[in-house]
């Protein structure tokens, strides 16, 4: 198991389920809907040293493209500086 340091935390991706939506407007064939730069993430262990989240098991939301993939030992780990996190996700 990997263990964050340096302000990072290790991370796992929430798959949130999209509805399809309809669309009565003819579009392209190769016409792409933009998607979210904006992930929802799950904390999974927390580095030492930080100092805003110190909880375990709390959502979070990140910018996508500062999540780093870490290959180890042939298990793959997401990693994220604590700076880069958004904000909590709580449901209501």
Do not use: F, W
Not at 24 to 53: F, H, N, Q, R
């Amino acid at each position: 198991m990997l263990k964050p340091l340096n302000r990072h935390l290790l991370v796992e991706k929430v798959e949130v389920e999209e509805k399809e939506a309809k669309s009565t407007i003819l579009v392209p064939d190769d016409y792409k809907i933009k998607k979210s730069p904006y992930g929802l993430y799950l904390v999974k262990d927390i580095a030492p040293d930080c100092e805003k989240l110190t909880s375990v098991g709390l959502k979070v939301i990140v910018n996508e493209s500062m999540v780093e993939e870490v290959n180890v030992a042939s298990q793959k780990y997401y990693l994220i500086l604590e700076n880069y996190v958004y904000g909590l996700y709580q449901e209501d």
